[in-house]
C-alpha cells in the first residue's frame, strides 16, 4: 500500500480525527421532506440522505437514521413532498431539523409559509422554487453484510406532481444555477451552494 494513501477498514476504525464518509460521499442534495400525520399536523424535516434513482417514472428516496416522525407519517399517509432547500431558505431549512415533540409543526416554528399540493395533502414550502409530490413506494430497513437490521430506513417514492416557480424557467429550462440549491458537504457544518454550472457532453458509443 502506497504511503501517500490513508487505508481503512470502516469495521476496524478511520483512524483519523473525524470520520470522513459523509465528506467524500459529498455533495449530497438536501431530502428536505414535508408529511402530515393521520390528524393533518404537518412535519418538516431535512435529509442529508436523500437523491434521485429513476427519472421514468421519477423516483426519489431517503434515508432515516431511525424511525423519525417523516417516516412514522408517511408510513400512515403513504405520501410525502420534497422540497428543494436553496440559500436563500438555508436558515429555515436548518430550523427545521431541529428536535421536536410529534405534532410540532416545523414549517410554522422556522416562519415558514405553507403552499397545498394538488394531489397529496402534505403541504410544500410555498418559497421554495420547486417541490416533488410523491406517493411512498416502499419502506426498506437496511441491512449489514451479516444481515443484521441496522434501524436506518430507505424510503422510495414516485413522483406524481412537479411545482416549478416560472421565475426560475429560462427558454423552458429549470436554471439550477439561479435557484442556488444547497448541499451537504460532510462533518456537522459543512454545506456547497450550487451557483454555477458548466456543461460537458456525455460520450456516445
Known sequence: MSEDIHFYEPAKGHRL?????KAIIAPRPIGWI????????????PYSFFNAFSSVPPI?????????????????TKEF????????LAEAMNATGAPHPHGVD??????????????????????SPAALECR???????????????????????????????A?????LFD?????????????ADYAEVASLFEMNRLQR
Open 81 to 88: 413532498v420534497f422540497n428543494l432547500a436553496t440559500m436563500p
Open 136 to 166: 411512498l413506494l416502499d419502506i426498506i430497513e437496511l441491512k449489514d453484510l451479516d444481515g443484521q437490521k441496522l434501524g436506518r430506513y430507505l424510503i422510495l417514492g414516485q413522483v406524481v406532481g412537479v411545482h416549478i416557480d416560472r
Open 34 to 45: 414535508s408529511s402530515v400525520d393521520l390528524k393533518g399536523r404537518v412535519n418538516l424535516a
Open 17 to 21: 480525527p473525524h470520520d470522513p464518509f
Open 60 to 76: 426519489i428516496g431517503f434515508s432515516s437514521e431511525g424511525w423519525k416522525d417523516s417516516v412514522t407519517n408517511i408510513e400512515a
Open 106 to 127: 416545523e414549517m410554522r416554528e422556522a416562519g415558514l409559509d405553507p403552499a397545498p399540493s394538488q394531489i397529496v395533502r402534505a403541504p410544500r414550502v410555498a418559497k
Open 176 to 188: 439550477t444555477a439561479a435557484a442556488r440549491p444547497i448541499a451537504r458537504c460532510g462533518y456537522r
Open 168 to 172: 426560475y424557467l429560462v427558454d423552458g
